[in-house]
């Protein structure tokens, strides 16, 4: 066996990934996951996340079988050191100990907090990232640098032997997401759905929502109905845009579930967005999509399927206030970085897209996929 390949571990009956974080940061890990499954299919693929992750993955076709909701934990990002009881952790800890564990899977960061915990689990074989302070797994995948984060996790899932990831779509679209969308859009029509994200919870990587609001303008006039998301938080964001507008919008902020957003981006013929978490959404299920970018955030979240994906990249790497470089940094200033992208490069290649998914089938809506793993879980494709 050559040097940095490894075989398929025997027997392998209970495989544990942990990684609990935000929307964009659990797409980024779908690959690897699929990976795992597709090369143990037989086996319980248990995710030890948060609480919304259990939510959203219950009862949803795709590799994961069942989530562990996390307790607070210092250094993961799970509640703060006062939040912690030990006696939770500990109960939590034993819990899955006893559940037999041949296979953990660290995919949460440099391992700092989380490989100690992983080697609590008492797998027979540990693998994950490791960065150069951490205690080292079994098989580590040395963490540090500006690197794609997809590829990086698949190479962890390839430390377990899993280095086989069929690329097909990696997010399946539920009834029940399809039903929350229909309650919150208007009837069809004949034209195409768009959807707007102009928010993102680094304001250094928000485009103008001028922009947006010119964007929207085009491609209504181009036959779209255009929606606008965002959280409740970015409401004002979402009604400055609307505001903007020669033509009125739907405006989603605050209303829309995670489940509701697949439903809507799976009836959307194109979503354009800053890069935020319902931008990987979109590519996960495979809607087309335009991503508005920032340097290192397209080297680290670029997604790995292309078709489908347009990039709209900013190369500004020095603060446009305090002329800071903000590689290795970051500056106290908000100022957007991705401002430097144009709107005619936005808009031609949201019309490209657009124009390009009326080859779609005139598919505005999605169904799920049919079965293509054991254990009562499936793949999308």
């Known amino acids: 066996m050559k040097s940095g390949q490894h075989a398929r571990l025997a027997r392998v009956r209970h495989i544990v990934v942990l990684r609990p974080n935000a929307l964009g940061d659990f797409m980024f ?8 499954k597709h090369s143990y299919p037989e086996a319980r693929l248990s995710y030890i996340g948060l609480p919304w992750h259990a939510a959203f993955l219950q009862g949803r076709p795709g590799p994961v079988d069942a989530v562990a909701v996390m307790p607070p934990y210092p250094g993961m990002g799970v509640g703060g050191q006062d939040d ?17 564990i041949d296979l953990a899977v660290q995919l949460f960061g440099g391992g700092r907090h989380a490989n100690p915990f992983i080697r609590r689990l008492g797998a027979r074989l540990t693998v994950g990232m490791c960065a150069g302070d951490a205690e080292p797994l079994d098989r580590n995948v040395r963490h540090e640098g500006v690197v794609n984060r997809r590829l990086q996790l698949l190479e962890v899932a390839a430390l377990a032997g899993a280095a086989a990831w069929p690329m097909r779509r990696e997010l399946d679209v539920t009834g029940d997401d399809l039903a929350q969308a229909a309650r919150l859009l ?10 707007l994200q102009p928010g993102a919870s680094d304001p250094r990587r928000r485009w103008p929502v001028r922009r947006f609001a010119a964007l929207a303008d085009v491609l209504v006039r181009e036959g779209a109905s255009v929606a606008v998301n965002g959280t409740e938080e970015e409401a004002p964001l979402v009604r400055e845009l609307i505001g903007a507008m020669r033509r009125p919008a739907i405006d989603l902020s605050g209303k829309v579930s995670l489940g509701a957003l697949c439903g809507i981006v799976a009836r959307c013929a194109l979503v354009v967005s800053n890069d935020t978490g319902p931008l990987h959404l979109a590519l996960a299920i495979g809607t087309p999509a335009v991503g508005i970018y920032w340097l ?3 080297i680290e979240s670029a997604p790995l399927r292309q078709h489908g994906h347009r990039a709209a990249v900013s190369l500004r790497v020095h ?3 305090c002329g800071e470089e903000n590689i290795r940094t970051r500056c106290a200033h908000d100022a957007s970085f991705v401002d430097v992208v144009t709107q005619d490069e936005v808009n031609a290649l949201a019309l490209g897209l657009l124009r390009d998914g009326r080859a779609r089938d005139g598919r505005h809506a999605v169904t799920a ?4 793993y054991a254990a009562g879980s499936r793949f999308c494709g």
Do not use: I, W
């Not at 890990?29 to 795992?36: D, I, R, S, V």
């Not at 912690?84 to 037999?100: H, K, W």
């Not at 208007?186 to 195409?192: E, F, Q, S, V």
């Open 29 to 36: 890990c779908l690959p690897a996951l699929h990976a795992l």
């Open 84 to 100: 912690a009881d030990p006696c939770a952790v500990e109960a939590f800890v034993e819990n899955l100990r006893r559940s037999g």
């Open 186 to 195: 208007p009837p069809a029509r004949d034209g195409p759905l768009v959807l």
């Open 296 to 298: 290192t955030n397209l």
């Open 319 to 321: 603060c446009p206030v």
């Open 369 to 372: 996929a049919p079965g293509g």
